[in-house]
T-cell receptor, first 115, second 116 residues
Framework: NAGVTQTPKFRILKIGQSMTLQCTQD?????MYWYRQDPGMGLKLIYY???????DKGEVPNGYNVSRSTTEDFPLRLELAAPSQTSVYFC??????????????FGEGSRLTVL | AQSVTQLDSHVSVSEGTPVLLRCNYS??????LFWYVQHPNKGLQLLLK??????LVKGINGFEAEFKKSETSFHLTKPSAHMSDAAEYFC??????????????FGGGTRVLVKP
């Protein structure tokens, strides 16, 4: 069972370049999330989705975009990379909100460096 | 509004000795509380959760945590540390009232070093 799969694992970008971080899950979870992790700061929610065709902003959405055309896939796009976007990005999924809130399944992360 | 504070950014223990990771939270509602573990270069994995049932919660790998409402704490403990416990641990609070989307607040993390 693959769970949540993220690609690429590592990427170096130049300032102003764009790229897409891919995320797919095979657990038929309707909720999916993108977080960024910076040292000592825990995880901050960038965007989330409660189902195909529905997305919403999290705590730190500026500079990012998402789409959710299928239940399985939730790509994160950086349009104009900036050094402040250097971080480790985690995709996660969960079966539903409500009483299951907090039980997330995470991918292994994508380490992005913007120079 | 909710917040969570992990009182130690780093904890160093010797193998076989107890581990204590401290977490205090603030929540406007009855919270759900979680501990996640992150091993190097891996994603986060759920250790245990509290969702208003028993206040002493047992998790995987011998960890447990006690919810103390009067102290607004949810400290994580393990009686005897193992080398494989070296990782970063995150305390997380969730507002149960918000059913639309998962609004989790993560603590800053505690990195555990286990010495042989």
């Amino acid at each position: 069972n693959a769970g949540v799969t993220q690609t690429p694992k590592f990427r170096i970008l130049k300032i102003g370049q764009s790229m897409t971080l891919q995320c797919t899950q095979d657990m038929n979870h309707n909720y999916m999330y993108w977080y960024r992790q910076d040292p000592g700061m825990g995880l901050k929610l960038i965007y989330y989705s409660v189902g195909a065709g529905i997305t919403d902003k999290g705590e730190v959405p500026n500079g990012y975009n998402v789409s959710r055309s299928t239940t399985e896939d939730f790509p994160l796009r950086l349009e104009l990379a900036a050094p402040s976007q250097t971080s480790v990005y985690f995709c996660a999924s969960s079966l539903q909100g409500g009483t299951n809130t907090g039980e997330l399944f995470f991918g292994e992360g994508s380490r992005l460096t913007v120079l | 509004a909710q917040s969570v504070t992990q009182l130690d950014s780093h904890v160093s223990v010797s193998e076989g000795t107890p581990v204590l990771l401290r977490c205090n939270y603030s929540s406007s509602y009855s919270p759900s509380l979680f501990w996640y573990v992150q091993h190097p270069n891996k994603g986060l994995q759920l250790l245990l959760k509290y969702t208003s049932a028993a206040t002493l919660v047992k998790g995987i790998n011998g960890f447990e945590a006690e919810f103390k409402k009067s102290e607004t704490s949810f400290h994580l403990t393990k009686p005897s540390a193992h080398m494989s416990d070296a990782a970063e641990y995150f305390c997380v609070v969730s507002d149960l009232v918000k059913a639309a989307g998962n609004k989790l607040t993560f603590g800053g993390g505690t990195r555990v070093l286990v010495k042989p």
